[in-house]
Nanobody, 124 residues
């Protein structure tokens, strides 16, 4: 079963840090792209950060300089390092990935695989 699972969320004080993980599983041979989204109560889901085609990254203006997206290919995992957190960063964070699997010698491409989300709460 091809899936991505987020982890690392929690409660943190303003100014603190968290590292989110997005782990892909299911005969994965390549992660072509991963994007982190977030959705706060009553708001639309928004793109936070993305990495694709190797190391090309982009960030929402609201998180530039504070968040960093990076990958560990050996672990099929993409991380979101979040520093200097603010109360407005509070949201459920979702991972969305484009993956490549090989099963019985057959290569398959999977697009826009969503995880279940992880809650991040920034509060004193």
């Amino acid at each position: 079963q091809v899936q991505v699972v987020e982890s690392g969320g929690g409660l943190v004080q303003p100014g603190g840090s968290l590292r989110l993980s997005c782990a892909a599983s299911g005969n994965i041979v390549s992660i072509n792209a991963v994007a982190w989204y977030r959705q706060a109560p009553g708001k639309q889901r928004e793109l936070v950060a993305a990495v694709r085609n190797g190391e090309t990254t982009n960030y929402a203006d609201s998180v530039k300089g504070r968040f960093t997206i990076f990958r560990d290919n050996a672990k099929n995992t993409v991380y979101l390092q979040m520093n200097s957190l603010k109360p407005e960063d509070t949201a459920v964070y979702y991972c969305n990935a484009d993956l490549v699997t090989v099963v019985a010698g057959i290569r398959n491409y999977w697009y826009a695989i969503w995880g279940q989300g992880t809650q991040v709460t920034v509060s004193s």
